[in-house]
C-alpha cells in the first residue's frame, strides 16, 4: 500500500543533542511538509517543498532545518533540542501543485514523538 | 490575523448524532478540510468542501458557508471508534493550510 512512512516512531533526545526524523513517502507526491503539534494544539507547520523547492515558515526557529535529497525522502534536523520542542513531529504529503483544482488533501505519516530529557 | 474556532470538546452517546462547529476568519479562501485525529496518531482525512452546501460521505456530512465563515462535521450513528480530535482547516489565498486547534469528542455507551 501506498503510504507516508516515519522513523523513529518515539525518539528521545538529552537536552541540546541534535537530532534527525526521517520521513519517506511511496505515494509520489511532489510536495512534503514538516508539522510539529503539540497536545490539543493545532498542529504548526515548519517546512514544505515542493519538489526541491523549499519554502521555509517566517516564524519556524533557525534550531530547525529541513533537507529533501529526493522525491521520497525528507529529513528534519533540530540541531540543539530545547524542553519547548518536545512534540509530535508530523510528516505529511500531497499530490497537486497549489492553485490546481480538486482538494488536494494532505496525507500524514504516523508521527514521530520527540521527547527532550 | 487569521483565526480558526472550534469548540474544544464535546460529548456525546453511542448511536447519536453530533454536530461540531467551524467558523473561520482567512484571508481568502480556496477549500475546509475536516481531519480525524485519534490520540497519539496521525491526522485522517475526512472532507472537503469549497462550494456552499452538504457534502455526505456515510455517516460523515460535512456543511459549508462562505458567506457566515461557517462550517459543520455532522457525525450519525456514533460508535466508540468515533472518540478522537477533529481538526477543522481552511486553505487561504495564498493556499496555505491553516489548522483549527480542534474538538475532542468523546463517547460514552
Known amino acids: 500500500d501506498a503510504m507516508v512512512i516515519q522513523n523513529p516512531r518515539y525518539q528521545v533526545t538529552q537536552f541540546g543533542k541534535p537530532v534527525t526524523l526521517s520521513c519517506s513517502q511511496t505515494?509520489?507526491?511532489?510536495?512534503m511538509y514538516w508539522y510539529q503539534q503539540k497536545s490539543s494544539q493545532a498542529p504548526k507547520l515548519l517546512f514544505h517543498?515542493?519538489?526541491?523547492?523549499?519554502?521555509n515558515e517566517a516564524d519556524t526557529p533557525d534550531n530547525f532545518q529541513s533537507r529533501r535529497p529526493n522525491t521520497s525522502f525528507c529529513f528534519l534536523d533540530i540541531r540543539s533540542p530545547g524542553l519547548g520542542d518536545a512534540a509530535m513531529y508530523l510528516c505529511?504529503?500531497?499530490?497537486?501543485?497549489?492553485?490546481?483544482?480538486?482538494?488536494?488533501?494532505?496525507?500524514f505519516g504516523p508521527g514521530t514523538r520527540l521527547t527532550v530529557l | 490575523g487569521q483565526n480558526i474556532d472550534q469548540p474544544t470538546e464535546m460529548t456525546a452517546t453511542e448511536g447519536a448524532i453530533v454536530q461540531i462547529n467551524c467558523t473561520y476568519q482567512?484571508?481568502?479562501?480556496?477549500?475546509l478540510f475536516w481531519y480525524q485525529q485519534h490520540a497519539g496518531e496521525a491526522p485522517t482525512f475526512l472532507s472537503y468542501?469549497?462550494l456552499d452546501g452538504l457534502e455526505e460521505k456515510g455517516r460523515f456530512s460535512s456543511f459549508l458557508s462562505r458567506s457566515k465563515g461557517y462550517s459543520y462535521l455532522l457525525l450519525k450513528e456514533l460508535q466508540m471508534k468515533d472518540s478522537a480530535s477533529y481538526l477543522c482547516?481552511?486553505?487561504?489565498?495564498?493556499?496555505?493550510?491553516?489548522w483549527g486547534a480542534g474538538t475532542k469528542l468523546i463517547i460514552k455507551p
Open positions: 482547516a481552511v486553505k487561504d489565498s495564498n493556499y496555505q493550510l491553516i
Open positions: 505515494l509520489n507526491h511532489n510536495v
Open positions: 517543498y515542493y519538489d526541491k523547492d523549499f519554502n
Open positions: 468542501n469549497v
Open positions: 482567512t484571508s481568502g479562501f480556496n477549500g
Open positions: 505529511a504529503t500531497s499530490r497537486l501543485q497549489e492553485g490546481t483544482s480538486g482538494s488536494n488533501e494532505q496525507f
